[in-house]
């Protein structure tokens, strides 16, 4: 009796194991078209070096910069930073393609998707 017990448990889990692999999957290849929101998402800083990188890192691995900011990008504008910040920023940008960096001298770039 134990034995077909332990075996139930087993594939329930096995089941439940590949149903959610399933379920990942396929969230990767079916995602909804979200119509533009008129939501930007803008991060202001200023030498930030030892913090920015984990605030960008969880800012951009909720969903909710894919589903509901404006083309999915996270803009970060750097006011002059004169640690290492931009230098971050820049290596993030690189590494994750949702991230729009810009310089102070380019800041007026923010407003571009709302005219």
Do not use: C, W
Not at 17 to 31: N, P
Not at 93 to 113: G, T
């Amino acid at each position: 009796m134990l034995n077909i017990i332990g075996q139930f448990v087993t594939y329930l889990f096995a089941i439940y194991g590949f149903l959610s692999l399933v379920y990942l999957i396929a969230r990767e290849f079916i995602k909804p078209d979200f119509e533009d929101t008129g939501i930007k998402l803008v991060i202001i800083e200023k030498n930030q070096e030892n913090r920015i990188e984990g605030i960008i890192n969880n800012v951009i691995t909720g969903d909710l910069v894919k589903r509901l900011v404006a083309r999915g990008k996270v803009t970060v504008l750097d006011m002059g930073s004169e640690d290492g910040t931009l230098e971050i920023l820049k290596k993030l940008k690189e590494k994750h393609n949702v991230i729009e960096l810009l310089e102070e001298s380019n800041r007026h770039a923010i407003f571009e998707d709302f005219k």
